[in-house]
C-alpha cells in the first residue's frame, strides 16, 4: 500500500518561529510538492521537486523555502513563521513519466494526510 | 496559465440520486486529468485518472469523461450513498509539464448525500 506521511497533524507555532514539516514517501516517485490549502482559495503550489537536490518554485513560494537531500524525504520550512501562514499543508508525490508511452497511469498524485498548522 | 474551474461549488442531494459534477479547463493541452476526493480535514485520494487519448473512465459507481477540445470533464455518481458525502476535486496536467508532475487544481464540489 503507496504511503505518503507528513511529520506532524496538528502543529501550533508563534510568529516569527522557523517552522520545519516534514514528508516522507515510501514509493520511490522522483517528483513531490508541498500545497497549502486555504477556504475558498483551493489548493496552491508552494514548492516542488523532480530529483534530489531539485526544485522549482510553484505559485507562492514567497515565505517558504523546501530542501530534498534524499529522494523520500521533502522538507518545508517557515524561514519566520507568520499569522498569514496559518493554512492546511499538503505533501504528494507521483512518478515522473515521459511524453512517449511511458509509465501511463501511473503518474497519479499520492498525498499525505497534511498538517493544520496555525501561527499564533 | 492553466485554470480549473469547477461547477457548482457545492450540492446537496438526498440518497439514491445520481447526479454530474462538472470540471473545465482553459489550456486543452492536457496530458491527462484527475478526479480527488477529499474528506473533511484529510489529504486528497485519488479517484480516476483520464489520459488525453481517452474518452473516459469507470470505477465502481464513478463514471469519469473527458472532452479536450470543449475543455470539460464530469463525474458521473449513480446511485449517490451517505458515504460519497466529501469534497471533489478535479486536476489537470498540462503537456509541457508532463515530466515534472505539476498539476492545476479547481477549487472543488463539495457534495453532501443525506439519508
Known amino acids: 500500500d503507496v504511503k505518503v506521511t507528513q511529520s506532524s497533524r496538528y502543529l501550533v507555532k508563534r510568529t516569527g518561529e522557523k517552522v520545519f514539516l516534514e514528508c516522507v514517501q515510501d514509493?520511490?516517485?522522483?517528483?513531490m510538492f508541498w500545497y497549502r490549502q486555504d477556504p475558498g482559495l483551493g489548493l496552491r503550489l508552494i514548492y516542488f521537486?523532480?530529483?534530489?537536490?531539485?526544485?522549482e518554485k510553484g505559485d507562492i513560494p514567497e515565505g517558504y523555502s523546501v530542501s530534498r537531500e534524499k529522494k523520500e524525504r521533502f522538507s518545508l520550512i517557515l524561514e519566520s513563521a507568520s499569522t498569514n501562514q496559518t493554512s492546511m499543508y499538503l505533501c504528494?508525490?507521483?512518478?515522473?513519466?515521459?511524453?512517449?508511452?511511458?509509465?501511463?497511469?501511473?503518474?497519479?498524485?499520492?498525498f499525505g494526510p497534511g498538517t493544520r498548522l496555525t501561527v499564533l | 496559465k492553466q485554470e480549473v474551474t469547477q461547477i457548482p461549488a457545492a450540492l446537496s442531494v438526498p440518497e439514491g440520486e445520481n447526479l454530474v459534477l462538472n470540471c473545465s479547463f482553459t489550456?486543452?493541452?492536457?496530458?491527462?486529468l484527475q478526479w480527488f476526493r477529499q474528506d473533511p480535514g484529510k489529504g486528497l485520494t485519488s479517484l480516476l485518472l483520464?489520459?488525453?487519448?481517452?474518452r473516459e473512465q469507470t470505477s465502481g459507481r464513478l463514471n469519469a469523461s473527458l472532452d479536450k477540445s470543449s475543455g470539460r470533464s464530469t463525474l458521473y455518481i449513480a446511485a449517490s450513498q451517505p458515504g460519497d458525502s466529501a469534497t471533489y476535486l478535479c486536476?489537470?496536467?498540462?503537456?509541457?509539464?508532463?515530466?515534472?508532475?505539476?498539476?492545476?487544481f479547481g477549487r472543488g464540489t463539495q457534495l453532501t448525500v443525506w439519508p
Open positions: 504528494a508525490s507521483s512518478s515522473r513519466v515521459g511524453l512517449a508511452g511511458g509509465r501511463a497511469g501511473t503518474d497519479t498524485q499520492y
Open positions: 514509493m520511490d516517485h522522483e517528483n
Open positions: 521537486s523532480y530529483d534530489v537536490k531539485m526544485k
Open positions: 489550456d486543452s493541452a492536457i496530458y491527462n
Open positions: 483520464i489520459q488525453s487519448s481517452q
Open positions: 486536476a489537470v496536467k498540462e503537456v509541457r509539464g508532463s515530466t515534472l508532475g505539476r498539476l492545476y
